[in-house]
């Protein structure tokens, strides 16, 4: 995934030169943890045939800066379905939920925020998206965050996944839609 934690201000003037290398480490640790950043890619990740199909199509509409809820509802119900009747590989049906809930999502949001005059900051200092942002996300986690269980995954993780992911214009949201 896409990290965009940069230190942006240092409180303590003492240890500079720690604090800096302090802050460079979490943020490789946070680079590397998610995934080596390539979510605003223009290929979705690769899955097993049966999934790989359904997603690009989510990929394609999240690049547009449309809300892949729908089309990863696609995704979703193959993988779930897949598991309720005892085909497949668990891994890749994980992998596909997985896929659409977290990198679909911030693929989306990282290409919404660039359309129509959305990186504009308002007088709270937000860019002008994160209302519609924020709406997208509620709906979109909450339509397929009922899967998870499915699959034995803490949706919360995958939930820290998307707030890790956005670049650094969708992660100014973060404060309206991480207190959803």
């Not at 679909?104 to 919404?112: G, T």
């Amino acid at each position: 995934m896409n990290s965009s934690f940069i230190c942006r201000r240092c409180t303590h003037t003492d240890g500079t030169m720690r604090t800096k290398t302090s802050a460079l480490a979490l943020g490789i640790t946070v680079f590397i943890l998610a995934g080596c950043g390539d979510e605003d890619s223009t290929q979705a990740p690769k899955l097993g045939g049966i999934y790989q199909e359904k997603l690009d199509k989510a990929w394609e509409t999240a690049g547009k800066g449309e809300v892949p809820t729908f089309a990863c509802a696609n995704v979703v119900g193959t993988a779930v379905g897949m598991q309720s009747a005892g085909q497949g590989k668990k891994s890749e049906a994980v992998q596909a939920y997985e896929a659409c809930y977290v990198d679909a999502f911030v693929h989306f949001s990282n290409a919404y925020m660039k359309t129509e005059g959305r990186a504009e900051l308002n007088d709270r200092g937000q860019p002008e998206g994160c209302i519609g942002l924020y709406t997208s996300y509620v709906i979109h986690t909450n339509s397929l965050g009922n899967f998870a269980k499915d699959f034995d995954i803490d949706v919360q993780v995958l939930n820290k996944k998307i707030h890790t992911g956005l670049d650094e214009t969708a992660s100014l949201c973060l404060p309206l839609i991480s207190g959803q």
